[in-house]
């Protein structure tokens, strides 16, 4: 996962604020993957995807050559889906505090994503992780 992570919506004009720092979300990444893993939900990292043509400049900008195969197609994912697996990895580590390390902080990072995917699943958007732009 990146070192600073957003919600981004297909229809950025849906009036849900999409900001929510993550900070402890990002730090446990590699543990939420596994125990997602072991749960049968698509870990959050699944969810990261990013716009061609932003990773294009990104690259330009750094003076670096883009990939030879080019970059992949921005994907989008069902609300509902991601607020599947928020919700699973909330349910579990409120019965395994000693999961991840700074549980609380954790918690506190997913209930911030469960509330965006919650308002996003409602009206129908999709959605994927990215850079904060």
Known sequence: MASSLRIHLDDPNLGIDTEAEVPFLIKSERALTRIARSLRVKPLSDFYSEDPAKLAAMFAEQGEAPPA???????????????????????FLNENREAVP????????????????????KLGAQWHLGENS
Not at 83 to 89: I, S
Not at 110 to 116: N, Q
């Open 69 to 91: 195969k080019g970059f992949p197609d921005e994907e989008w994912f069902e609300a509902s889906e991601g607020l599947h697996t928020v919700r699973v990895l909330l349910r």
């Open 102 to 121: 700074d549980v609380d902080e954790v918690k506190r990072d997913l209930r911030r994503f469960e509330k965006i995917l919650g308002e996003a699943a």
